[in-house]
């Protein structure tokens, strides 16, 4: 991984279009300022991550899941 | 028609039309590309469909149209995601969220924080992250279920 030191108020680019900017550091936290395309997803990564899992864990249902929702629906 | 494996439901004949293009897959599983929604039995029956992969028969998600059970579902999507899979039409937007359905069923979630959204004339579907926080990725879904057949006897 790459790692670059900025101050606050500072930019890095990536590519052609996309720019990020340290806003403000507080004790452990950054606020970042983010330009991309419109068309580029910017997320959270843990949000992303259970995103995925969660796809995931309806994935792996167990075969009599199909009659346990018709039960249910009874 | 076109003969679908299913995960549940043994061998489908599904109408070509129905098969959905994912350009980008869905979370986690990027690499599926083709789905078909398959509904189990009459939608008045059960709210429940399966998203179910062409290419790998043992992927098969349920999920629901959040409409039913969330009346105020109305998600904060940029149009720029939307537009991906054709024109932002709202007549030909059909949004589903995927369900977890655990061991103890009390305990089946939706996400309502990341839908499905089919683009019925393109045929093209995508999963997309709502902005903001007013919807989560594991919502009670049985309660709604519950509380909404209790609310209509």
Request: aromatic share 8%; proline share 4%.
């Amino acid at each position: 991984m790459l790692a670059l030191s900025r101050k606050q108020g500072e930019t890095i680019v990536i590519g052609d279009d996309i720019e990020i900017t340290v806003l403000a550091i507080n004790k452990d936290q950054i606020k970042l300022g983010i330009n991309a395309p419109r068309d580029v997803s910017i997320h959270r990564k843990e949000i992303y991550v259970q995103i995925q899992e969660e796809n995931k864990a309806a994935a792996e249902m167990p075969n009599d899941t199909v009659s346990k929702l018709k039960d249910m629906m009874k | 028609m076109v003969k679908v494996n299913t995960k549940h439901f043994g061998e489908r004949e599904v109408e070509e039309s129905k098969v959905i293009i994912f350009e980008e897959g869905i979370f986690g599983f990027e690499n599926q590309k083709k789905f078909v929604m398959l509904f189990d039995g009459q939608p008045e029956v059960s709210p429940f469909c399966w998203l179910q992969s062409l290419d790998d028969v043992n992927i098969a998600l349920p999920a629901i149209k959040p409409e039913l059970y969330y009346e105020d579902y109305n998600p904060e999507i940029g149009a720029c995601y939307i537009e991906k899979i054709g024109e932002v039409k709202e007549e030909d937007l059909e949004l589903f969220s995927i369900v977890v359905v655990p061991e103890d069923i009390k305990k089946m979630t939706t996400n309502l924080k990341a839908p499905v959204i089919v683009n019925i004339k393109t045929k093209k579907g995508i999963q997309v992250i709502s902005e903001g926080d007013t919807y989560g990725i594991r919502e009670n879904l049985y309660e709604q279920i519950k509380s909404d057949s209790e609310a209509g006897e």
